[in-house]
Nanobody, 121 residues
Framework: QVQLSESGGGSVQAGAALRLSCTAS????????MGWYRQAPGRERELIAH???????YYADSVKGRFFITRDNAKNTVTLQMNSLKPEDTAVYVC???????????????WGRGTQVTVSS
């Protein structure tokens, strides 16, 4: 099994930056894509960025050009650098890690506990 541990987050003013980190431990050889979702009150969970290899990344249109994801396979970490934060970025940010399908008994996706990001205007 795999455990995801998140750090970062907090409360900032609009225009500020924050960095979120997620470290996977346990049977990390069974992981493929790692990324970040967010969920704001009353809204559905939204995929905002993910990375399968250190040189690949996907970004939701809402964060493209402001958020940057970094994958370090040696350290089993994924970091989300969030710049030019807006009030609408306020949400609980959750780290995710997909299973690669080669390890029986693993769920399709592992989830972190989430970390709150609050951006005030």
């Amino acid at each position: 099994q795999v455990q995801l541990s998140e750090s970062g987050g907090g409360s900032v003013q609009a225009g500020a930056a924050l960095r979120l980190s997620c470290t996977a431990s346990g049977d990390t050889r069974c992981l493929s894509t790692m990324g970040w979702y967010r969920q704001a009150p009353g809204r559905e969970r939204e995929l905002i960025a993910h990375s399968t290899t250190p040189d690949t990344a996907y970004y939701a249109d809402s964060v493209k050009g402001r958020f940057f994801i970094t994958r370090d396979n040696a350290k089993n970490t994924v970091t989300l650098q969030m710049n030019s934060l807006k009030p609408e970025d306020t949400a609980v940010y959750v780290c995710s890690a997909d299973s690669n399908g080669y390890c029986p008994g693993h769920p399709p996706t592992y989830w972190g506990r989430g970390t709150q990001v609050t951006v005030s205007s």
